[in-house]
């Protein structure tokens, strides 16, 4: 996820914020259409995998803790609605961590600007 930042990290401005915010939920919506891949390791594995596209439908990333984050680069995905025993609600979630994704991807779905 760190090329998605490259153009918010940091923000300075409240519309600096909402811009992150939305990016986030973006990033959401095109890993769960498909058309932006994420890979991440499962907990105790050091092997990154496709996250599948499924996962986004009850998952999201938290942007005021990414933003709040030392370096910027710390992502918290949470659960936004339970769908199996055991999710709960807003909690981190506990099945993927070290998220990232293809700067080419972002770069086609979010050009830079000048």
Excluded at 33 to 41: A, C, Q, S
Excluded at 83 to 101: K, P, Y
């Amino acid at each position: 996820m760190e090329g998605i930042r490259r153009n918010v990290v940091s923000p300075q401005s409240e519309m600096e914020k909402k811009r992150f915010y939305h990016t986030a939920n973006q990033i959401r919506q095109h890993a769960f259409d498909g058309t932006l891949p994420i890979w991440g390791r499962r907990k105790g594995s050091s092997l990154f995998e496709r996250v599948p596209r499924e996962f986004w439908q009850n998952h999201a990333i938290e942007s005021s803790y990414s933003l709040a984050s030392k370096d910027n680069r710390e992502l918290w995905v949470y659960v936004t609605h339970p769908l199996v025993i055991g999710e709960v609600i807003n909690a981190r979630t506990m099945a993927w961590e070290d998220f990232m994704t293809s700067n080419e991807v972002i770069e086609r779905l979010w050009p830079a600007t000048s």
